[in-house]
T-cell receptor, first 115, second 116 residues
């Protein structure tokens, strides 16, 4: 069974540009969540989607957005990039059947560098 | 809001020895999950062990075990017979059971190095 797949794995952007990151969950998983990992702030929750609906959102500016498609794949977008957006963006998926199971499976992440 | 604190930024241990990583958390919730995740260098994060707050018995997974003290809000991870492959960042995390969300609140992590 394939794991959580994130693309692209690495990317470099300049300030002011926008970026879209993609996440394909484990087959059968319906919940996808996103985290930002930086050396200074650690791991911070961005958003969570279940059945194409945003279930929860972290404390990030409106430049950060996401969505989930009917096949459970998810994308997140960051507009007007700032230097501080440089981070490893992690996606996690879970079955989320009948309530939270507490078992999240993480992808390898997309490492974004903003110059 | 929940917070998770890991007071040991870095630790090291000799191969085959035992090491304990500390974690404390703060919450007003009564039902929740606690986790330890492992993130090896440049590799994906994987779940090491999970504890459900309503269970008094400490969780164990092979060489990994926890000491869960609910009243003290403490959740430490013990790694027995440490192996070189245990070298990684270890994150303690909290998840509230209520509300249907699976949001994880992470600690800052402990970098563990296992020396040969």
């Amino acid at each position: 069974k394939a794991g959580v797949t994130q693309t692209p794995r690495y990317l470099i952007k300049t300030r002011g540009q926008q970026v879209t990151l993609s996440c394909s969950p484990i087959s059968g998983h319906r919940s996808v969540s996103w985290y930002q990992q930086t050396p200074g702030q650690g791991l911070q929750f961005l958003f969570e989607y279940f059945s194409e609906t945003q279930r929860n959102k972290g404390n990030f500016p409106g430049r950060f957005s996401g969505r989930q498609f009917s096949n459970s794949r998810s994308e997140m977008n960051v507009s007007t990039l700032e230097l501080g957006d440089s981070a490893l963006y992690l996606c996690a998926s879970s079955l989320m059947a009948g309530g939270n199971t507490g078992e999240l499976f993480f992808g390898e992440g997309s490492r974004l560098t903003v110059l | 809001a929940q917070t998770v604190t890991q007071s040991q930024p870095e630790m090291s241990v000799q191969e085959a020895e035992t090491v304990t990583l500390s974690c404390t958390y703060d919450t007003s919730e009564s039902n929740y999950y606690l986790f330890w995740y492992k993130q090896p260098p440049s590799r994906q994060m994987i779940l090491v062990i999970r504890q459900e707050a309503y269970k008094q018995q400490n969780a164990t997974e092979n060489r990994f075990s926890v000491n869960f003290q609910k009243a003290a809000k403490s959740f430490s991870l013990k790694i027995s017979d440490s192996q070189l492959g245990d070298t990684a960042m270890y994150f303690c995390a909290f998840m509230n059971v209520q509300g249907g969300s699976e949001k994880l609140v992470f600690g800052k992590g402990t970098k563990l190095t296992v020396n040969p």
